[in-house]
T-cell receptor, first 113, second 112 residues
């Protein structure tokens, strides 16, 4: 099993649609979980952290299932501006001086009018 | 407050040439990181630093070197460029290992 695995998509949805992205991770000792957003030819930016109890930020809802080692991101009422690649990120690998982020390959979302 | 800056934005190298990718941050962050992102792939950690004078290898360090003489700067050195090093390189920083990482705009490197 890959360390962080995502469905690459692309997901093509109309404006106003609800879309869900899934992510699985292999290291059960993983500590922290995030969704990053990356626009075309730009740097990744933190979208939201993922908490065990689940968390919501406006139209975005993140869920974590530690037992199944599964993370999800739900986007409601999609906007054109949501078109981007969404990276599932897990903090788990220990190097000599600390942990490091492990990035999934990303799921591409295209929202059309 | 410029955040994380990287230079150059683009570079084409010939096989065997060397170059230094520059990265600087003005947020007084202790941790700095270098990642590479190949097309359709996730970011891979090359090297990281937890403070001035302290660096360590990440997942894909071969062919690269780093130094951290100041808190602000974390340059990445390619000594003998190879086509396999064609990639987009991102520098990032964070206050601690538990905090959000802020990324620079990236350097697009092509080795021919």
């Amino acid at each position: 099993r890959k360390e962080v695995e995502q469905d690459p998509g692309p997901f093509n949805v109309p404006e106003g649609a609800t879309v869900a992205f899934n992510c699985t991770y292999s290291n059960s000792a993983s500590q922290s979980f995030f969704w990053y957003r990356q626009d075309c030819r730009k740097e990744p930016k933190l979208l939201m952290s993922v908490y065990s109890s689940g968390n919501e930020d406006g139209r975005f809802t993140a869920q974590l299932n530690r037992a199944s080692q599964y993370i999800s991101l739900l986007i409601r009422d999609s906007k054109l501006s949501d078109s981007a690649t969404y990276l599932c990120v897990v903090k788990s690998r220990w190097y000599q001086a600390g942990t490091a982020l492990i990035f999934g390959k990303g799921t591409t979302l295209s929202v059309s009018s | 407050n410029a955040g994380v800056t990287q230079t150059p934005k683009f570079r084409i190298l010939k096989i065997g040439q060397s170059m230094t990718l520059q990265c600087a941050q003005d947020m007084n962050h202790n941790y700095m990181y270098w990642y590479r992102q190949d097309p359709g792939m996730g970011l891979k950690l090359i090297y990281y630093s937890v403070g001035a004078g302290i660096t360590d290898k990440g997942e894909v360090p071969n062919g690269y070197n780093v130094s951290r003489s100041t808190t602000e700067d974390f340059p990445l050195r390619l000594e003998l460029a190879a086509p396999s090093q064609t990639s987009v390189y991102f520098c990032a920083s964070s206050y601690s290992g538990l905090d959000e990482q802020f990324f620079g705009p990236g350097t697009r490197l092509t080795v021919l």
